[in-house]
């Protein structure tokens, strides 16, 4: 059987970092995905600082990166769906 997760009905519920894989997880229902959190482009990012922390924002919609100066990098939550992503 095949599963459609579109990006209209994605809503980040939980969002995780596993330092061990560099990984980035999202949780939205039973949906969970993850991208290679250092492979996503320094350009995409507002700071050059270090991340702090991961929040959900936009009711879902994002992934706010927290940097160690104050600056926040938002991903939208599209970014977990498959094809998604591509380095």
Do not use: Y
């Amino acid at each position: 059987m095949n599963v459609v997760i579109s990006a209209e009905s994605l809503q980040i519920e939980r969002v995780w970092f596993d330092a061990t894989t560099s990984r980035l997880h999202v949780q939205s229902g039973e949906f969970v995905s993850s991208v290679d959190f250092t492979r996503i482009p320094d350009s995409d990012f507002e700071s050059k600082t270090p991340v702090r922390a991961f929040s959900i924002g936009q009711s879902g919609g994002v992934v706010v990166c927290h940097h160690v100066d104050g600056q926040e990098t938002w991903l939208p939550a599209d970014l977990w769906l498959p094809e998604g992503f591509t380095p």
